[in-house]
């Protein structure tokens, strides 16, 4: 079984900068952020194949956003810079051990969750 606990969430006015922590246990091959707006289903915004490193993106957050992990540490990470108001939401780290390249920010497509911390950015 894999526990995964975020952290870092919280306020921040359009602009702004907030970093999210996700630290793990067990082995997983992929990593993922997602997030859930009120009354909008959940949607992939980043992840990362955990060995090689490699990183997907949503198109509303290239450029803005980026993934990474410490494999060290067992933690994954989603630096957000330039936030807009529009990334308001529930933001969750998940994680799997299988690999569908189609479906890398497909929520369905990950079976391990963390409990979900809140980004607010106010304009």
């Known amino acids: 079984q894999v526990q995964l606990v975020e952290s870092g969430g919280g306020s921040v006015q359009a602009g702004g900068s907030l970093r999210l922590s996700c630290t793990t246990s067990g082995y997983t091959y992929k990593g993922g952020w997602f997030r859930q707006a009120p009354g909008k289903e959940r949607e992939g915004v980043a992840a990362?194949?955990?060995?090689?490193?490699?990183?997907y993106y949503a198109d509303s957050v290239k450029g803005r956003f980026t993934i990474s992990r410490d494999n060290a540490k067992s933690t994954l990470y989603l630096q957000m810079n330039s936030l807009k108001p529009e990334d308001t939401a529930m933001y969750y780290c998940?994680?799997?051990?299988?690999?569908?390249?189609?479906?890398?920010?497909?929520?369905?497509?990950?079976?391990?969750w963390g409990q979900g911390t809140q980004v607010t950015v106010s304009s």
């Open positions: 990362i194949r955990m060995g090689s490193g490699s990183t």
């Open positions: 998940a994680a799997d051990r299988s690999w569908h390249a189609a479906d890398v920010l497909n929520p369905s497509d990950y079976n391990y």
